[in-house]
T-cell receptor, first 114, second 111 residues
């Protein structure tokens, strides 16, 4: 149980295009999901907290207009990287929280912007 | 500021030896701590957790120790195996949904 999936697992896109990443909790519901970004050999950096049915809460320094988050249901959150540039290339990881002290992480999505 | 840091960025151990990975945290209000293992190209995998009302918790081949006096957390892996090679992160939680992750330690198991 407690499986979180991400799709796609990797994506390569051209600069200026937008990319959507999906995060799904497969066997549980999560009112809250999180999006993290991870650069090579670095820790996870929380980008935003996604709440079902309401606007996401972004961490300081994260552009909300560039990283659009939609949490349309209790099992799905999406992150859209708009007008992607090479500096947006990173490993994006989501997690789903069925309760306050528990997070289950997805396998991550590798984004490469050419 | 808030931080959860690690003392050693890389730890190399011989196969079969015990590994100890350390983590320091700065906020005494944190009441829940988690260790994660992350293999290359994958998401973090839960290893073990501990609440602030405990000093020690054991799992299968792993033990987490919490020293609240010095705000220090450690993960001990017994009889380290090649499959244990990964990056290990500690994370703290303060009764909210938000986790704060440490910087990570890469564990290399030498044959």
């Amino acid at each position: 149980g407690a499986v979180v999936s991400q799709h796609p697992s990797w994506v390569i896109c051209k600069s200026g295009t937008s990319v959507k990443i999906e995060c799904r909790s497969l066997d549980f519901q999560a009112t809250t999901m999180f999006w993290y970004r991870q650069f090579p050999k670095q820790s996870l950096m929380l980008m935003a907290t996604s709440n079902e049915g309401s606007k996401a809460t972004y961490e300081q320094g994260v552009e909300k207009d560039k990283f659009l988050i939609n949490h349309a249901s209790l099992t799905l959150s999406t992150l859209t990287v708009t007008s992607a540039h090479p500096e947006d290339s990173s490993f994006y990881i989501c997690s789903a929280a069925p309760r306050a002290d528990t997070q289950y992480f997805g396998p991550g999505t590798r984004l490469t912007v050419l | 500021g808030e931080s959860v840091g690690l003392h050693l960025p890389t730890l190399s151990v011989q196969e079969g030896d015990n590994s100890i990975i350390n983590c320091a945290y700065s906020n005494s209000a944190s009441d829940y701590f988690i260790w994660y293992k992350q293999e290359s190209g994958k998401g973090p995998q839960f290893i073990i957790d501990i609440r602030s009302n405990m000093d020690k918790r054991q799992g299968q081949r792993v033990t987490v120790l919490l020293n609240k006096t010095v705000k220090h957390l450690s993960l001990q892996i017994a009889a380290t195996q090649p499959g244990d090679s990964a990056v290990y992160f500690c994370a703290e939680n303060r009764g909210t949904y938000k986790y704060i992750f440490g910087t990570g330690t890469r564990l290399k198991v030498l044959a």
